[in-house]
């Protein structure tokens, strides 16, 4: 009987210490405790991102003489290619940039060459 409540003290104890030391359990976190998740990563000024097979943000508004840079995020190669011609960044490896300087005023939509198909699309707007 002298074992079982040293045992049911030891537990308590060490129970009582996890939830001090902040692993108490998170209703919402079967595995314990929860933290706050690192945010996603935003872009920079005039950034635009390629990841997750997307362009981020999707549309980016900038005033003429702007420059834009696109960077790969992915794991995999991309492009920056304008529906219209007005600018073409070829292959971009992962993790390489590129910049785009804009010049005049008006609405570009553009594309990713290997995956507009996936969705991969995107809009500058030059004010």
Do not use: E
């Not at 210490?17 to 108490?24: A, I, K, Q, T």
């Not at 070829?90 to 969705?119: D, E, I, L, V, W």
């Amino acid at each position: 009987m002298q074992t079982t409540r040293f045992t049911t003290a030891l537990f308590t104890l060490f129970t009582l210490s996890l939830v001090g030391m902040g692993c108490s359990k998170d209703s919402s976190n079967p595995y314990g405790s929860s933290s706050t998740a690192p945010a996603a990563a935003t872009a920079p000024p005039n950034t635009v991102l390629m990841s997750g097979m997307t362009f981020s943000p999707a549309t980016i508004t900038i005033t003429v003489g702007t420059t834009v840079t696109w960077k790969n995020n992915d794991g995999i190669a991309h492009t920056s290619t304008s529906d219209t011609g007005v600018w073409d960044t070829g292959n971009m490896a992962a993790g390489a940039s590129t910049t785009t300087t804009f010049n005049k005023a008006g609405t570009f939509p553009y594309q990713c060459t290997y995956h507009a198909s996936m969705g991969m699309r995107g809009t500058v707007i030059v004010q």
